[in-house]
């Protein structure tokens, strides 16, 4: 075989084998970039144990509609520019891989609308092939839907397991996520479904009460705060 050039599609799934392993990969990806947007409140929806949706909405600086389709390009990102940049990142994600991958796997639609845009826009990616940015309803904040995972890559379905296995995966994610982010606001509901609704806490007692929705009561009655580190253990480890 002649030595040639893959095309991006190929490419972007090759770099979708390797981040989007299962649908959780999908919401860790979105939720990140919820996070780096400076998002105050994160909601997740998923059906089918994400295979058949995963929505992250978030309230974040959205994106201009210029610049909806670099979103969608492979190494675009608004994270770094310069190797000095990736020496001192502080953002959760850089590569600017992490939408084309899904895009490139799944059919991804974002709306969004940045502060002092008018309206909001979308863009629409199946399989690799995007459309045009249109005009769509959305509040300021991004929304990202991921549809039909995996719908052209029968190799890769194979390997997701039942949507119960693949929802827990995706619930202890969102769960050390709101234990991290205290200051984020986490909702995440499959179907109809709430698992888990966490309410932005203000530091301090409040914050018990995310460590009790997460980990349970009696975890927060066995630990003891350690008010040097700002966290908390168990009593019988420290
Ligand atoms: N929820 C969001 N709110 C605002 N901007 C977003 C959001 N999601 C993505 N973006 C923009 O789209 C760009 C591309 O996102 P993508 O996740 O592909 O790359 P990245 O986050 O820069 O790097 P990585 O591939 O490491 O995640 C981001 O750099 C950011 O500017
Ligand atoms: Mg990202």
């Known amino acids: 075989m002649p030595i040639r050039v893959l095309p991006d599609a190929l490419v972007d799934q090759i770099a979708a ?9 999908v919401v860790k990806e979105l939720v990140e970039n919820s996070l780096d947007a400076g998002a105050s409140r994160i909601e997740v929806d998923v059906e089918r144990g994400g295979v058949g949706l995963i929505r992250v909405s978030d309230d974040g600086r959205g994106i201009a509609a210029a610049e909806l389709p670099l979103a969608l390009a492979r190494h675009a990102t608004s994270k770094i520019t310069s190797l000095d940049d990736l020496e001192a990142v502080t953002t959760l994600g850089f590569r600017g891989e992490a939408l084309p991958s899904i895009g490139s796997v799944a059919k991804l639609r974002i709306a969004t609308r940045a502060a002092g845009e008018p309206q909001g826009a979308e863009i629409i990616i199946e399989g690799g092939a995007a ?20 719908f052209n890559v029968p190799a890769r379905r194979k390997f997701v397991r039942s949507d119960t296995t693949e929802l827990t995966h995706i619930a202890r994610l969102i769960e050390r996520l709101a234990l991290s982010r205290f200051d984020v606001a986490f909702r995440l509901r499959h179907g109809s ?3 888990l609704d966490a309410p932005v806490v203000s530091a301090g007692e409040a914050e018990r009460a995310r460590l009790d929705e997460i980990l349970g009561g009696d975890f927060t009655a066995a630990a003891v705060r350690q008010p040097h580190n700002n966290c908390w253990n168990r009593w019988w480890s420290t």
């Open 193 to 195: 479904r709430t698992l």
């Open 131 to 150: 459309t045009a940015v249109r005009p769509a309803a959305q509040p300021a904040g991004t929304t990202i839907e991921v549809r039909d995972l995996f």
């Open 17 to 25: 084998g390797e981040v989007i392993e299962r649908p959780a990969s």
